[in-house]
Every structure is written in C-alpha cells, then in structure tokens.
C-alpha cells in the first residue's frame, strides 16, 4: 500500500514557475514507477509526465516537453514536478500517482494508487 500527498500548488503568472512534490509512504517506494496527471474542469484526467522506478527514464506529454521536469529522490520517498514557463492552459488540479515497476504506461488507468491532488492556477 502507497500513500501520495501532493503539494507546491497555487497561483501563478504566467511564465512563472512552480515545484510540485509528491510525498509517498512505505518502504518499497523504489519499487514504484510514478506519474504526474492533470485534470482540468470539464476534462478528462491527461497524462503528464512518468517517471521509471529507478529515475533513469522519464517520458513526458508534448504539451509540456521542454518546460517541465521530473525528478525523484528515493531516499526521502519523493518525486518531484519542476514546471517553467507555465501558460494559462496548464491550469487543473495535479495528480500523482503509483504502480509497480514494469512496463512504463501513460495510461491512467493502469496507475494504483493517487494522491488526493493540487491545484495549479496560471494567470494570464
């Protein structure tokens, strides 16, 4: 069982910047591979960003290529979304999520276990 409590949400400028973290509980958090997800009002949940349990693959949607990244730190059970140059329509609420390693996927269905989300405002 893992835990994910998001956090580093709020309002921005756009152009500006934002971190969000992902805190995950439980021993076996190198054995995850992790996921970012946004949902915005009247849309369905998208793809972001994922992350391989081991940090050495990351794969990310075309929307935010170039502009985000993600990291983690299997020490502190952490992963985190460094997100620059936001633009009005990366506005949603933001979600992390957890499955165990495997085959890497963008599917958010495949994805175990969810954080309970952050919202993102960018102003224009």
């Known amino acids: 069982q893992v835990q994910l409590v998001e956090s580093g949400g709020g309002l921005v400028q756009a152009g500006g910047s934002l971190r969000l973290s992902c805190a995950a509980s439980?021993?076996?958090?190198?054995?995850?591979?992790m996921g970012w997800f946004r949902q915005a009002p009247g849309k369905e949940r998208e793809f972001v960003a994922l992350?391989?349990?081991?940090?050495?693959?990351?794969y990310y949607a075309d929307s935010v290529k170039g502009r985000f990244t993600f990291t983690r730190d299997n020490a502190k059970n952490t992963v985190y979304l460094q997100m620059n140059s936001l633009k009005p329509e990366d506005t949603a609420v933001y979600y992390c999520?957890?499955?165990?390693?495997?085959?890497?996927?963008?599917?958010?269905?495949?994805?175990?276990?969810w954080g309970q989300g952050t919202q993102v405002t960018v102003s224009s």
């Open positions: 992350i391989s349990w081991s940090g050495r693959y990351t």
């Open positions: 439980g021993r076996t958090f190198s054995s995850y591979d």
């Open positions: 999520a957890a499955r165990e390693r495997g085959v890497v996927t963008t599917d958010p269905k495949m994805y175990d276990y």
